[in-house]
């Protein structure tokens, strides 16, 4: 049974930066992508990802706000996924999940396996 590990929330002053970690194990699909979500209470999770990436050809997608300030990676030998957040702002504080799509294509929705969520707290 694949599993979703996300770690490196914390509290980080508005403009700081933050790595976060998503450690996928048992996964046995070739072709999947990979993504980081975000919920609010407001909110609740939401529906596109803030940034995803295929995992054959490392193809990204960020969603508008994340663009310029998010970066998806990925350590491939380890299957761990990366989102570094540059610039945070207090918008961004949210509960981050890692999810999981068995797709032949990019798609950042829609997730089929999730894993737990860490909490980013953007406040001075």
């Known amino acids: 049974e694949v599993q979703l590990q996300a770690s490196g929330g914390g509290l980080v002053q508005p403009g700081g930066s933050l790595t976060l970690s998503c450690e996928a194990s048992?996964?046995?699909?070739?072709?999947?992508?990979i993504g980081w979500f975000r919920q609010t209470p407001e909110k609740g999770r939401e529906a596109v990802g803030v940034?995803?990436?295929?995992?054959?050809?490392?193809?990204?997608y960020y969603q508008g706000s994340a663009k310029g300030r998010f970066t998806i990676s990925r350590d491939s030998g380890n299957n761990i996924y990366y989102l570094q957040m540059n610039n945070l702002q207090a918008e961004d504080t949210a509960i981050y999940y890692c999810?999981?799509?068995?797709?032949?294509?990019?798609?950042?929705?829609?997730?089929?396996?999730w894993g737990k969520g860490t909490l980013v707290t953007v406040s001075s």
């Open positions: 940034a995803c990436m295929s995992s054959d050809d490392g193809q990204t």
């Open positions: 048992k996964v046995t699909f070739d072709y999947y992508t």
């Open positions: 999810g999981l799509k068995t797709t032949w294509a990019l798609k950042c929705y829609d997730m089929d396996i």
